[in-house]
């Protein structure tokens, strides 16, 4: 494999097979998939790089552990402003980039998926959810419009 998938300290895995098959997977088993600050840029870096990817013919994510994903960790500090205004421009471009990308991307949702997670479940052309997975907007619950995604997502379905 070249460069492409390189990105970050092991929270996001990715395994390109010798068929096309890219599998990525959110590594975060403890804190149940939830993403860090880091780990956005690092998903919307990888979403970028199986856009221009010759080799890759589908793509699966997945979360390792019990969860799919339950988005932001809320553990971490809070963002500074500049962080959140970054961070959603980095959401941003991730929906955009998972909507522009022509390979199928398949979501294996083996547990809850909540923010990040719904809405990269929903963007995926192909969703497959576990007998006991989960979808839940959790935004509202932490005080926060669904604004990232859902205007956009909803309508689509």
């Known amino acids: 494999m ?3 998938y390189q990105h970050g300290t092991g929270d996001v895995l990715t395994e390109r097979h010798d068929n ?3 599998l990525i997977t959110i590594n975060r088993p403890d804190r149940y998939n939830s993403l860090t600050l880091p780990m956005f ?3 919307n870096q990888i979403w970028a ?3 221009r990817d010759d080799q890759t013919r589908v793509v699966v994510i997945t979360g390792a552990g019990k969860a799919f994903c339950t988005g932001m960790d809320v553990a971490q500090p809070d963002p500074t402003p500049q962080d959140a ?3 959603l421009e980095t959401e941003r471009k991730r929906v955009a980039t998972m909507l522009r990308i022509e390979k199928p991307i398949i979501s294996a949702i083996n547990g809850p998926a ?3 997670g719904l809405s990269t479940a929903l963007l995926a052309d192909i969703s497959i959810a576990a007998d006991d997975a989960v979808l839940i907007e959790g935004h509202t619950k ?3 419009t669904a604004g990232d995604h859902a205007a956009l997502i909803w309508p689509l379905l």
């Open 2 to 4: 070249s460069d492409l």
């Open 20 to 22: 096309g098959v890219l």
């Open 41 to 43: 840029e690092e998903m």
């Open 49 to 51: 790089d199986v856009e």
């Open 85 to 87: 205004l970054a961070m």
């Open 114 to 116: 909540v923010g990040y």
């Open 142 to 144: 932490v005080g926060v």
